[in-house]
T-cell receptor, first 114, second 110 residues
Framework: DAGVIQSPRHEVTEMGQEVTLRCKPISGHNSLFWYRQTMMRGLELLIY????????DSGMPEDRFSAKMPNASFSTLKIQPSEPRDSAVYFC????????????FGPGTRLTVT | GDSVTQMEGPVTLSEEAFLTINCTYT??????LFWYVQYPGEGLQLLLKATKADDKGSNKGFEATYRKETTSFHLEKGSVQVSDSAVYFC?????????FGPGTRLSVLP
């Protein structure tokens, strides 16, 4: 299996621009998670989906952030407009729901907003 | 709510030293417990897990035992190597809910 795939791996953009991060979970996994990691705040859960339905988006920092999962094999995290404080590494992870199944993380997208 | 507490880092050790990273949790019921490792520039990888009380997870020389009486899941390794330098995260899962600790940075010096 290819694991969780994220694109792009690196993104540099200017303040005010729209940014879209993409994730392909492991085939067969029905839970998907978006995290943000910074030195100051550590690893933060932004949102997670179960069977393509958003279950908990309480970690989404503000209305500039939105996430979608149109099907079981694709999810996006969009920031519009982007700000310098959004600079971070964004991780996508997937798992089977319930039971004792662990999460599998993608390699992350390093976002820099100038 | 559920939470995970880890010892604050960074932890700096010499090669072949003994490692302990403390982890305690707060949760109702019987969560599954995990240790993840993050090497520089990479995503988190599962290191080991335990799913019920007294279970011991082990991998790559690392071990952790699920202690329900002390709500702990401490990570240990008898002899660390320079290649073990990374950030270690303790986590719990209860139902669909994953909770990660803040991470502990380990540096191993040759």
């Amino acid at each position: 299996d290819a694991g969780v795939i994220q694109s792009p791996r690196h993104e540099v953009t200017e303040m005010g621009q729209e940014v879209t991060l993409r994730c392909k979970p492991i085939s067969g996994h029905n839970s998907l998670f978006w995290y943000r990691q910074t030195m100051m705040r550590g690893l933060e859960l932004l949102i997670y989906f179960n069977n393509n339905v958003p279950i908990d988006d309480s970690g989404m920092p503000e209305d500039r952030f939105s996430a979608k999962m149109p099907n079981a094999s694709f999810s996006t995290l969009k920031i519009q407009p982007s700000e310098p404080r959004d600079s971070a590494v964004y991780f996508c992870a997937s798992s089977l729901s319930g039971g004792n199944y662990e999460q599998y993380f993608g390699p992350g997208t390093r976002l820099t907003v100038t | 709510g559920d939470s995970v507490t880890q010892m604050e880092g960074p932890v700096t050790l010499s090669e072949e030293a003994f490692l302990t990273i403390n982890c305690t949790y707060t949760a109702t019921g019987y969560p599954s417990l995990f240790w993840y490792v993050q090497y520089p520039g990479e995503g988190l990888q599962l290191l080991l897990k335990a799913t019920k009380a007294d279970d011991k997870g082990s991998n790559k020389g690392f071990e952790a035992t699920y202690r329900k009486e002390t709500t702990s899941f401490h990570l240990e390794k008898g002899s660390v190597q320079v290649s073990d330098s990374a950030v270690y995260f303790c986590a719990l899962k209860r139902g669909q809910n994953f909770v990660f600790g803040p991470g502990t940075r380990l540096s191993v010096l040759p």
